[in-house]
């Protein structure tokens, strides 16, 4: 079964600065595609971004990238010019040719 | 545009009821699947179905039941509700394919007491 971790339970950022989340997971799967979903205090589950694991350029969403490194069963999303809505829930997401699981999340403050 | 509409919103049991969580979803997918998020867990997988008549389990699926007996349906039922069951539960529908993004509810907060 595939897994995802999330090794940074909280973060925060000032406001117009970069940060980066990790996610790692673990699979034998060759055809997948990751995706980064952002859950606000609205609880609502927002697609940030998405990669296809046959694609070694990394997805880019306007302030959002990912940092996709297949070997290793990294991938990271970099967010650029923090804004104070981007405050919320991040999760990381693998999803196989059965299912979509999900990482424990990131909690990730920007401050003014 | 309704997506991916969940019910109730928030429920209280008591530990043996049971209950059914409703979800519809107006867009014609395929692929339905009911995740739990518990703080620090992230959103487990409990059940998943990719079509009418077809259900499987997913990571947690001890004490839950599911059926898809149409495309737009896919109800989760509690037989017999225990408090480690407390959780917020969403629904979430996509077309069949691995690239294809997930819609999901605006969740249900279950308490059991």
Redesign the interface.
């Given at each position: 079964?595939q897994t995802?971790t999330?090794s940074q339970?909280e973060m925060s950022v000032q406001e117009a600065e970069t940060v980066t989340l990790s996610c790692t997971y673990d699979t034998s799967e060759n055809?997948?595609?990751l995706?980064w979903y952002k859950q606000p205090p609205s609880?609502?589950?927002i697609?940030v971004i998405?990669q296809?694991a046959y694609k070694q350029q990394n997805a880019t969403e306007n302030r959002f990238s990912v940092n996709f490194q297949k070997a290793a069963k990294s991938f990271s999303l970099k967010i650029s010019d923090s804004q104070l809505g981007d405050t919320a829930m991040y999760?990381c997401?693998f999803?196989?040719?059965?299912?979509?699981?999900?990482?424990?999340?990131t909690r990730l403050t920007v401050k003014p | 545009n309704a997506g991916v509409t969940q019910t109730p919103k928030f429920q209280v049991l008591k530990t043996g009821q049971s209950m059914t969580l409703q979800c519809a979803q107006d867009m014609n997918h395929e692929y339905m699947s009911w995740y739990r998020q518990d703080p620090g867990m992230g959103l487990r997988l409990i059940h998943y179905s990719v079509g009418a008549g077809i259900t499987d389990q997913g990571e947690v699926p001890n004490g839950y039941n599911v059926s898809r007996s149409t495309t737009e349906d896919f109800p989760l039922r509690l037989l017999s509700a225990a408090p480690s069951q407390t959780s917020v539960y969403f629904c979430a529908s996509s077309r069949t394919g691995r690239n294809t993004e997930a819609f999901f509810g605006q969740g249900t907060r279950l308490t059991v007491v």
């Open positions: 079964a995802v999330q339970p055809n997948y595609y995706f609880r609502q589950m697609l998405r296809e999760f997401a999803r196989g040719p059965r299912d979509m699981r999900f990482g424990a999340g | -």
